[in-house]
Structures are given as C-alpha cells and as structure tokens.
C-alpha cells in the first residue's frame, strides 16, 4: 500500500456529494449524503493528487484542486474524519482477508474432490479384479432352462396386428369413464408403441377442439371393423352383444328386446342394456342405424367375430394392410 499507508496533508478529508462514489456503488465511511473516507494522499505532478478511498488498497483516485467542493471537501472536525477512516481501512482489511479465506476454502474443497475421485477409481479397479478371480468371492453362476439358455417366449405367440401410418384404427377405452367404449382414430407413428389422433376426443380446455393425441400399446388398437352383413339381426337373442353409437364412439351393449315386441330383423328401435356395469345396467331405447355388431378381432387368425357365443356374424378375414386414409400411404413404413 503506498497512498493508504502513506500520511499526507490531505488525510481526514471527506469524498462524494456529486462526484464519485464507493466501489460498487456503495458509500460508507465519514459522513451522511454517500460520502466516503479519503486518507493517505499523495501528490501528483500537475498540481494533483492521489488518494486511498475507504481504506481499500486496490481503490486509488486521482483529484485535482479544481474538484474541491464537487468531488472532494476538506473536514474541519479532523478526530471524526481520522476515526472514520479508520474504521474504514479496518472493514477493507477484514474484507480481503474473507476473500482470501473463501479462495483457500475452494481450492481445498477442490483437492478433497479430486482425491475422492481418484480413491472411488481406485475402489472400482480393486472390484473389477475381485470379480475376475484376484481374490473375493466368486461372481454368481448365471441361471439356464434345460435348452441351456434363458427364458424364451414358449412358441405359438400371439402377434399383434401391424399397424402403420395413416392406418385407420379403433382404441379401446381404459380410463375411468370410457371403459368398454371403442373411439375411432388414425395412425400417426408406428414403432414399439403406437401415436393415435382421434376423431371424437379432444384435449381438454381446448377451445379450437384441438384433436387428442395419444402414444398407446398396440394391443388396445383394432383395424376398423367391417360392415354389418345384411339381417345381422334376423336371429338376434337376448343377451347378443351390439355396439351402440354414443357421443362419438362405439359402447358395447347387450340385446334386451324389440321395442314393439315385432322382429329384430324389420324393428326401427331395440332395447339394449350396457354389458357388464356400464350405466349401471339400465335399459335403452336405440334406434337400429345407431347399432352394429359387437365386434371381436382376433389378431392371431386376423378375423372378426362376436365377441360373446352368439354370433352376430360369421367370422370375416381382415383386409391386409386395413384401411388408410392417406393416399399412397405404404404399410409398411414404421409398422408395429
């Protein structure tokens, strides 16, 4: 420290009002109104001089005598400008030396890390070669079946139906509310798992109605089903399972009854009742263009069939490839 430790006529006196302030902004020191201690002055050639700002070391000025009552004053009261500075000087030393202590601190945190890394690589090696045989226990034997391999899916496996993009599909509803209900959708990616966009569901709060979309195991898809054959419901019995046209999808339902008590096969209107607990079990009154067969796809034999004992119709193959609604669509681009 040359200006700060060095005493000179200019010691005791005051700097701020319009001028200059502390390091970062801040003030601190003699006075009110921002004004900060300035001791240890040191003269320049030029008629000027430097000065040591709140006893900071790294914080020199330079003033000159035509700054006197803009940048710096001299203080009259000399005991209140010494004492000030000095507990400036003081806070400065204190502030260096938490500095200096902070960047000690770091750097053997720094070594401390280093040194754990090196023992936990060290850790890893010692293992590696216990594991091999250089002492420790043994590593566990691995499990075989009587083929001498592991596990394999026994033969005659069920594989799922190929979906592809812009296949049209059907999904089976799962969440609370939609369980046994069919929406339709079409195929946007195909892969592990299978992306649909539906028809009829929508994201929720959607004002536009934004179309939902949704990434789903290919086990819950279907291709869409074929149309009913004609007099479907010729020999329709209590208990046939139907699919009824609901709030944009398909809900599975039972046969109760003809409406009029005439035949099925002619009736414009059916009694259904909700299969299993769906609406609680409540009769319906349909109208027969809102029916359809309940419908079974079996993906091992691709044909669909009832799916309860009665047949609503006898089993027809499924198309190869299902129905896309995108022109040139190839079904084998991403298939799942």
Not at 187 to 205: G, I, N, P, Q, S
Not at 291 to 298: I, K, Q, S, Y
Request: aromatic share 6%.
């Amino acid at each position: 420290g040359g200006a700060c430790a060095r005493p000179a006529a200019l010691r005791g006196a005051s700097f701020g009002g319009g001028g200059r302030r502390g390091r970062g902004g801040g003030g601190g020191g003699a006075g009110s109104d921002g004004v900060v201690a300035v001791g240890g002055a040191e003269s320049v050639p030029g008629g000027r001089f430097k000065a040591c700002v709140n006893g900071d070391e790294d914080f020199i000025e330079e003033f000159g005598l035509e700054d006197e009552g803009r940048e710096w004053r001299k203080v009259e009261d000399q005991a209140s400008a010494k004492k000030a500075y000095a507990a400036a000087h003081a806070l400065a030393k204190r502030k260096a030396a938490a500095e200096k202590a902070a960047e000690k601190a770091a750097a053997e945190a720094a070594a401390r890390t280093a040194a754990a890394g090196a023992d936990k690589g060290e850790g890893k090696a010692e293992r590696k070669g216990e594991s091999k045989g250089e002492g420790g226990p043994k590593p566990k034997k691995r499990k075989v079946t009587a083929s001498g391999g592991a596990p394999r899916p026994p033969p005659g496996v069920v594989v799922s139906h190929r979906y592809a993009f812009g296949m049209a599909v059907e999904v089976a509803g799962e969440d609370e509310g939609f369980e046994r209900s069919w929406y339709s959708g079409e195929v946007l990616k195909a892969a592990a798992k299978v992306t649909v966009r539906y028809d009829a569901l929508f994201e929720e709060d959607s004002d536009a109605k934004r179309p939902l979309t949704e990434t789903l195991e290919p086990g819950r898809l279907r291709p869409l089903p074929p149309k009913a054959q004609e007099g479907w419901l010729r020999k329709a019995k209590a208990g046939l399972p139907l699919e009824l046209k609901h709030d944009g999808g398909w809900w599975q339902v039972e046969f109760v009854s003809v409406a009029d008590g005439g035949d099925a096969e002619t009736a414009t209107q059916l009694l259904v009742r909700g299969a299993g607990e769906l609406w609680g079990g409540a009769e319906i009154l349909a109208d027969v263009s809102s029916l359809r067969p309940g419908w079974h796809f079996n993906a091992a034999s691709q044909s669909w069939g009832s799916r309860g004992a009665a047949a609503a119709a006898p089993p027809k193959k499924s198309r190869s490839g299902s129905k896309s609604r995108r022109s040139g669509a190839r079904p084998d681009k991403g298939a799942a």
